[in-house]
């Protein structure tokens, strides 16, 4: 209980957080670039930045890909800190979780509704296609 509790209160200040960064930008074209994160795991420990992370009970490996697999959110984690939740599909970029990516889209509150992501494959940039419903 007291772990939804902590989970819910981070969503709800990572939302504000993103809100407050957004500022001018809503509703405009952006461009980010940074790594692809597990929500869930990157809230609970700032440290979960790749696909393994760390638990309670040790590391568990492909974490962030198993969270993504069963619709937990993906974020892109820029250097500078910020934290944008992405609007595709988690199963779609599940495999890419702890990859550095872009993303362009439109940015809505805390999260970028994603026209076009790319996903880092040593020097050269891979096109991830997502699934869209409009």
Request: aromatic residues 2%.
């Amino acid at each position: 209980m007291k772990r939804t509790i902590t989970l819910i209160l981070a969503l709800a200040l990572t939302t504000a957080a993103g809100v407050a960064l957004a500022g001018s930008q809503e509703g405009k074209a952006t461009k980010v670039e940074g790594t692809l994160v597990d929500s869930k795991c990157y809230l609970m420990n700032e440290k979960n930045v790749s696909n393994d992370h760390m638990t309670p009970k040790g590391t568990m490996p492909n974490c962030g890909t198993a969270c993504a697999k069963m619709g937990i959110p993906v974020s892109l984690l820029t250097t500078e800190g910020k934290v944008y939740t992405l609007a595709v599909p988690a199963p779609v970029i599940a495999d890419h979780v702890g990859k550095t990516a872009r993303a362009s889209g439109t940015l809505k509150q805390a999260s970028l509704i994603v026209d076009k992501l790319e996903v880092k494959e040593g020097t050269t940039w891979k096109e991830v296609p997502i699934a869209t419903m409009m």
